[in-house]
């Protein structure tokens, strides 16, 4: 099947700062790519769907300036969450269709202090 | 709009006893389902999906599914439960036309009882 690959794993940041999380679709292109949350023992909450070469479309209650994302070419979609807090401590999952499938990236915990 | 609904957060079942998940969807048009399985810290992986065709769906490491229209079901059962299958069960719906987004149900936590 195919394969996405997100990085990175996981990543500790201070509050203020701000940090980038990359998810690359290694064997396939991907024009559309998705981002999730991930509350501890909850579900997945979709972020925002990222379009290559547009804008992405946030989900309702995202803040946009927050979690920018930029899919800039094929292969690469990348969100940053900007000046963190701990409240956005989270593991967030990106994914990408291929036909009827849905592929996953490892995810990303970060946690801010 | 599309829904999930996964009835039971916590399910614990001996080894090599029957593993029975449940999932009951709503949408306005004949869905697409899924069952992802999630290890800890881990992104999810396919066991199954239904798409068109036979309704009775084989996935890997011995689970199976069925859609069932006339009950919006599309439960997730496997014979002999295995060490190796606890885990977090998502089951995931998206429209056959549309976008391509998934909806997921709130998961269940799959133990298993040596």
């Known amino acids: 099947g195919a394969v996405v690959s997100q990085h990175p794993s996981r990543v500790i940041c201070k509050s203020g700062t701000s940090v980038k999380i990359e998810c690359r679709s290694l064997d396939f292109q991907a024009t559309t790519m998705f981002w999730y949350r991930q509350f501890p023992k909850q579900s997945l909450m979709l972020m925002a769907t990222s379009n290559e070469g547009s804008k992405a479309t946030y989900e309702q209650g995202v803040e946009k300036d927050k979690f920018l994302i930029n899919h800039a070419s094929l292969t690469l979609s990348t969100l940053t969450v900007t000046s963190a807090h701990p409240e956005d401590s989270s593991f967030y999952i990106c994914?990408?269709?291929?036909?009827?499938?849905?592929?996953f990236g490892q995810g990303t915990r970060l946690t801010v202090v | 709009a599309q829904s999930v609904t996964q009835l039971g957060s916590h399910v614990s079942v001996s080894e090599g006893a029957l593993v029975l998940l449940r999932c009951n969807y709503s949408s306005s048009v004949p869905p697409y389902l899924f069952w992802y399985v999630q290890y800890p810290n881990q992104g999810l992986q396919l066991l199954l999906k239904y798409t068109t065709g036979a309704t009775l769906v084989k996935g890997i490491n011995g689970f199976e599914a069925e859609f069932k229209k006339s009950e919006t079901s599309f439960h997730l059962t496997k014979p002999s439960a295995h060490m190796s299958d606890a885990a977090e069960y998502f089951c995931?719906?998206?429209?056959?036309?549309?976008?391509?987004?998934?909806?997921f149900g709130t998961g269940t936590r799959l133990t298993i009882i040596p």
């Open positions: 994914s990408a269709t291929v036909n009827t499938e849905a592929f």
């Open positions: 995931a719906v998206r429209l056959i036309f549309g976008n391509e987004k998934l909806t």
